[in-house]
Nanobody, 116 residues
Framework: QVQLVESGGGLVQAGGSLRLSCAAS????????MGWFRQAPGKEREFVAS????????TYADSVRGRFTISRDNAKNTVYLQMNSLKPEDTAVYYC?????????WGKGTSVTVSS
């Protein structure tokens, strides 16, 4: 069974940085892209970034491009999200995602709060 565990969230001032991690387990993830989504209070979950298996292809939401960087360490089955120049509007619960054989898997999320 696929398990995704996020960590690294917290409270940070605007302009600060955080690095989120997502540890995946339960099966091989060879060949699968992984991604980060976020959900702010009262809003729908939205896409943040994704990365291909090789790491050679990354995609970002317009709102985070240039500030966030997604990366992965396949030897550790871990995906990272480096978040710089954080803004109050980045406040949300951040979720790790992988789609395996057409089924979406999610972690429980890690909360990020950016104070102004």
């Amino acid at each position: 069974q696929v398990q995704l565990v996020e960590s690294g969230g917290g409270l940070v001032q605007a302009g600060g940085s955080l690095r989120l991690s997502c540890a995946a387990s339960g099966r091989t993830f060879r060949g699968y892209a992984m991604g980060w989504f976020r959900q702010a209070p009262g809003k729908e979950r939205e896409f943040v970034a994704s990365i291909s298996w090789s790491g050679g292809v990354t995609t970002y939401a317009d709102s985070v491009r240039g500030r966030f960087t997604i990366s992965r360490d396949n030897a550790k089955n871990t995906v990272y999200l480096q978040m710089n120049s954080l803004k109050p509007e980045d406040t949300a619960v951040y979720y790790c995602n992988v789609k395996v054989l057409g089924m979406d898997y999610w972690g429980k999320g890690t909360s990020v709060t950016v104070s102004s």
